[in-house]
């Protein structure tokens, strides 16, 4: 299996290759020259698979056939080391509960920060140290967070050999608890930065940083962003898992409705359904930010400026430009790059949109590559969270709220609707109490850790003293 790039670079690239690398050199992102095709019998024997040796050994099946430079022996066992009932509070791992009329959720956010991103970042912790101990190689990791990403990444990477994480952060605008999550971890090779400014700020910093090619391939500089591909295929796993334990055969369908912000989550679902598993629908769910819905709908693909970015009460799906949302028209146009490049690398460069509601690949969207969408709002995602704790005595976070939400509007009769939960709603405590007007509940191993000491150094949005920071801590 090797990799292309989505901007036509056809040169091809072992997966290890991939791994510790951000964009493709021509500014594309990477995807497998084609997608592996999963035959019936085949997804009997990943039903079997799931059921009978678990989460882990499904994940090795799957990440087996895109990975052909690590042995299947050392690929095992790192998935047997990632995806553990004690990580992920389940023999399941993701496991799926019914809330109604073939509604179901699939529980994704047990993992240790309590929020989606964990079941990819954490098996990424464990091929980022077996690489890098492959390589005799060390890397500093610089990112930048609004919440979710920066703490499970740093708790994917704590303790691992030959990894620091530089986590930027803007001062003072995370919830108290991703404040606690983050800045309460001792570990040596984990440096929390909170930045005097907003997140736009922080990431402007990481870019200008990773812009400076010199100093980057210096001290070693790398990302764990949403755009990596080894998280993007760690999440094909759990839709085979979802599938499997909403159907009893695999002449059933069903269909997903997923709370979206960059594209990662959903694009998962796309290789998925590309690789034959029996999905009708993956429905795309935004909140006021609607840059996909809008596409979805209209065929015009509109960035929006940061000023016209939303402050929403699911801050995880406030983002301007999803930045997966290239893979799956590099798709939908027949993997033509060039047209890529013209439209990511040009006109969205130039005029901030592309318009494809005249191109006939638009009407594909759905019949052929099965997405639909929709949005939700702020009153919709308390309402949701109110009736759903209930009519079903179930919390339920704000980004999961506008999931349930969007799916039930796109429900049909005999079909299983599977909802991914993004977060548990303890990281959300605000809008919990607004919606029906008490904090949820929190699991033990969080209780009292706003009290706990914080490692936190607090810096102005300055790219020269980020720089020094790096130089005296890192590896
Ligand atoms: C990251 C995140 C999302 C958005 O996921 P994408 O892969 O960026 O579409 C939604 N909800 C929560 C809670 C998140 O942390």
Known sequence: MKYISTRGDQSGKHF???LLEGLAPDGGLYLPQAYPQVDGDTLSRWRAVYRDQGYAELAFEILSLYIDDIGAADLREICQKTYTAKVFGSDEIVPLRHLENGLWLEALSNGPTLAFKDMAMQLLGNLFEYELTRRGAQLNILGATSGDTGSAAEYAMRGKKGIRVFMTSPLGRMSPFQQAQMFSLMDENIHNIAIDGVFDDCQDL???VSNDLEFKRK?????????????LLAQVVYYFAGYFQATESNTQKVSFTVPSGNFGNVCAGHVARMMGLPIARLVVATNENDVLD?????????????ADTHETSSPSMDISKASNFERFVFDLLGRDGARVRSLFGDALARVGEFDLSAHP??????????????KSMHSDRLATIKDTFERFGM????????????????????????VLETALPIKFAATMVEAFGREPERPARFKGIEALPKRVTRMAADVAAIKAYITEHCL
């Open 294 to 306: 809008e596409f979805f709908r209209t065929g015009v693909y509109r960035v929006r400026a940061s």
């Open 16 to 18: 290890c290759e991939i």
């Open 361 to 374: 690949a638009f009407n594909q969207t759905t019949r052929r590559y099965g997405f639909e969408s929709g």
């Open 206 to 208: 990481v870019k200008a």
């Open 395 to 418: 919390m339920i976070d704000p980004h999961t709220a506008d999931g349930v939400k969007v799916a039930r509007e796109h429900q049909r009769p005999g079909l299983p609707m599977i």
């Open 219 to 231: 001290y070693k500089i790398g990302t764990v962003n949403s755009i990596n591909w080894a998280r």
